[in-house]
């Protein structure tokens, strides 16, 4: 199993960013999948979950301001976020769950200047 994070990268306050993350070696549309953040000294964090179902959670943080986005027909997944605060630098992980199988990208750096 695979996933391949992309599209991290610097960019001023309030400005937009897309992150994707691109799947292989699993049967995508039956994970739930997720993007997650961690800062240094803090633990990684929920940001976005969107289900097979398509029932979509996001971190009160950065409700009304990222989507997550799943493409079950070429295995990925998106975090389009708007409005960035410098608040949301981070490594962003996307994670794909199954019952007890959990799978992480490498992990891309958003950097959000103020």
């Known amino acids: 199993v695979q996933l391949q994070a992309s599209g991290g990268g610097l960019v001023q306050a309030g400005g937009s960013l897309s992150l994707s993350c691109a799947a292989s070696g699993l049967i995508f549309p039956a994970y739930s999948v997720a993007w997650f953040r961690q800062t240094p000294g803090h633990e990684r964090e929920l940001v976005a979950r969107?289900?097979?179902?398509?029932?979509?959670i996001y971190a009160d943080s950065v409700q009304g301001r990222f989507i997550i986005s799943r493409f079950n027909a070429n295995n990925t997944m998106t975090l389009k976020m708007s409005k960035l605060k410098p608040e949301d630098t981070g490594l962003y992980y996307c994670?794909?769950?199954?019952?007890?199988?959990?799978?992480w990208g490498q992990g891309t750096q958003v950097t959000v200047s103020s």
């Open positions: 969107i289900r097979i179902s398509g029932e979509t």
């Open positions: 994670n794909a769950e199954l019952a007890s199988r959990s799978h």
